[in-house]
C-alpha cells in the first residue's frame, strides 16, 4: 500500500498567515492527488485534484502544488473559516490512501 | 441541485452485518465511480473501497482491514451504491460517507451514516 506522510500534524496560525501543509508519498504517485478540507462534525470537502486543480466554488486563495512524491497545499491568506483539519489522499494505486491530516488552528 | 444521501446506519453486535445505501441524483451516476470513506470516532479518514462505473468494467477493489467482509455495489436503474458489511468488528465503528470519484472534475459527498459495532 502507498503510504501517505502529511506534515506537520498540527499548526497555530494568525487570520491573514501564509500556511503551508506537505504530503509525501512512499512512491510516485504522479500528480493523482487530492486535497480536501474537513470541518468539525462535517463531511470532507475536496479542494483540489489532480494535485493542483482548483475545485469550482472553491476559493483561489488554495493552491496545490507537486508531481511524484512530493505534495503541498497552500493558503494564501487564513481566513477564520479555514480553521480545520486537511487531508490529501492518493487515488493512483489501490487501495487508496489518506494522510493522517492536519489540523489548522487558530493561534 | 445534486443530493447524496447515505442510510441504513445503526448499532450491531461484533459479527453481525449491516447494508448502507447511497442514494444519488443530479449528476450522471451511471459514469460515476462510487467510493465509500469511513472515519472512526476522533480519528482520521480512512478510503474503504469503491466500484467503477459498469463501463469501465463495474469492478470493486477494497482497504486491506475490510477486504472479504465488506462489498461494495452498484445498481444504475435506482442510482444507488450499497455497502454490505459482513463479519463486523468494534474497529469497524465510524461515520460512512459516500462520494463520487476522485479524478472526475466535479465531486459530490454525502452527510454520512453512523455505524456503531458494539456488544
Known amino acids: 500500500d502507498i503510504q501517505m506522510t502529511q506534515s506537520p500534524s498540527s499548526l497555530s496560525a494568525s487570520v491573514g498567515d501564509r500556511v503551508t501543509i506537505i504530503c509525501r508519498a512512499s512512491?510516485?504517485?504522479?500528480?493523482?492527488l487530492g486535497w480536501f478540507q474537513q470541518k468539525t462534525g462535517k463531511a470532507p470537502r475536496r479542494l483540489i485534484y489532480?494535485?493542483?486543480s482548483l475545485q469550482s466554488g472553491v476559493p483561489s486563495r488554495f493552491s496545490g502544488s507537486g508531481f511524484g512524491t512530493e505534495f503541498s497545499l497552500t493558503i494564501s491568506s487564513l481566513q477564520p473559516e479555514d480553521f480545520a483539519t486537511y487531508y490529501c489522499l492518493q487515488y493512483n494505486s489501490n487501495p487508496f490512501t489518506f494522510g493522517g491530516g492536519t489540523t489548522v488552528e487558530i493561534k | 441541485e445534486v443530493h447524496l444521501v447515505e442510510s441504513g446506519g445503526g448499532l450491531v453486535k461484533p459479527g453481525g452485518s449491516l447494508r448502507l445505501s447511497c442514494a444519488a441524483s443530479g449528476f450522471p451516476f451511471n459514469i460515476a465511480w462510487m467510493n465509500w470513506v469511513r472515519q472512526a470516532p476522533g480519528k482520521g479518514l480512512e478510503w474503504v473501497g469503491h466500484?467503477?462505473?459498469?463501463?469501465?468494467?463495474?469492478?470493486?477493489d477494497y482497504t486491506t482491514p475490510v477486504e472479504g467482509r465488506f462489498t461494495v455495489a452498484r445498481d444504475d436503474s435506482k442510482n444507488t451504491v450499497y455497502l454490505q458489511m459482513n463479519s463486523l468488528k468494534t474497529e469497524d465503528t465510524g461515520v460512512y460517507y459516500c462520494t463520487t470519484g476522485y479524478a472526475s472534475t466535479w465531486y459530490y459527498w454525502g452527510q454520512g451514516a453512523l455505524v456503531t459495532v458494539s456488544a
Open positions: 489532480a494535485a493542483s
Open positions: 466500484v467503477k462505473a459498469k463501463s469501465e468494467g463495474g469492478t470493486t
Open positions: 512512491q510516485d504517485i504522479r500528480n493523482d
